[in-house]
């Protein structure tokens, strides 16, 4: 893809990471994504729009509200960065319209998914919902002879999930579940390496756990498995493909 596209994918996905960290915050507490205004969390005075500018606002603030001189958490560039690095790794490294459309509806959901997970254990049917709806829109609108194959991916890796869900309730949630479904939508035939490597990240993130606090409290700590299966998602996005052809030729 042209360079003048990747930039631009770069800007947009700043804009929208200023949006999702939004959605991150608004969405679980049940709040309008629309109104009020963004405000300081420490003194509630509205943010002006040229102190909303993406990442540069909160490097020229030093990272502080204008009015109080509150903290503000570094989660918000980083939200904004990591969305804008995705958006352009995504048109950089696909040149059909699917593949563009698909990996862009997949990092716009996983950004905010992790942030919620990992702060409140939950991943919101808000997100994986119009995530899927989307996905499937646009195999339609761009694919229309591979939906068949899409909706089976997507089905299976609902599927697996679920059936892990009801033999381990205490480790899997239902909106894993529900992500790994939008991740088969989404991934096709790569969700297998995605799914793959998310189970043997939680596998050792789980034993650093025991190594610390020992088997029984470790046993006890809950782990959102939700940015595991983001990490997943997002190698096998770039990578995923090939995996899965490296394993055909060698072991089929």
């Known amino acids: 893809m042209e360079a003048q596209y990747v930039a631009i994918a770069g800007v947009a996905g700043l804009l929208a990471g200023s949006f999702l960290n939004v959605v991150a915050h608004r969405l679980p507490r049940g709040e309008s994504l629309v109104r009020p205004r963004s405000r300081c969390p420490g003194c509630g005075s509205p943010v002006r729009p040229y102190d909303n500018v993406p990442v540069v606002s909160w490097l020229l603030l030093r990272g502080r509200c204008r009015a109080c001189g509150e903290p503000i958490s570094a ?12 958006w352009a790794a995504v048109v950089a490294a696909r040149d059909d319209e699917i593949g563009i459309a698909l990996g862009l509806i997949l990092v716009t959901a996983l950004v905010p998914i992790v942030v919620i997970d990992l702060e409140r254990r939950l991943i919101p049917n808000l997100i994986t919902g119009p995530a899927a709806v989307l996905a499937v829109a646009a195999g339609l609108a761009f694919a229309i002879d591979d939906v068949p194959e899409q909706l089976a991916w997507g089905a299976g890796a609902f599927g697996f999930f679920f059936l892990a869900a009801l033999a381990y309730r205490r480790g899997m949630g239902m909106g894993d579940v529900k ?33 610390r606090l ?25 990578a995923g493909d090939e995996m899965v052809d490296w394993y055909e030729d060698r072991f089929l």
């Open 214 to 238: 020992g088997a029984r409290e470790g046993r006890r700590t809950a782990v959102p498995f939700g940015p595991f299966l983001a990490l997943g998602a997002i190698v096998a996005l770039f």
């Open 75 to 86: 989660q918000y560039p980083l939200v904004e960065l990591a969305t804008g690095a995705l």
């Open 179 to 211: 992500l790994a479904g939008v991740l088969g939508l989404c991934l096709g035939r790569a969700v297998i390496p995605a799914i793959l490597m998310a189970l043997v990240a939680g596998v050792l993130a789980g034993g650093v756990i025991i190594a």
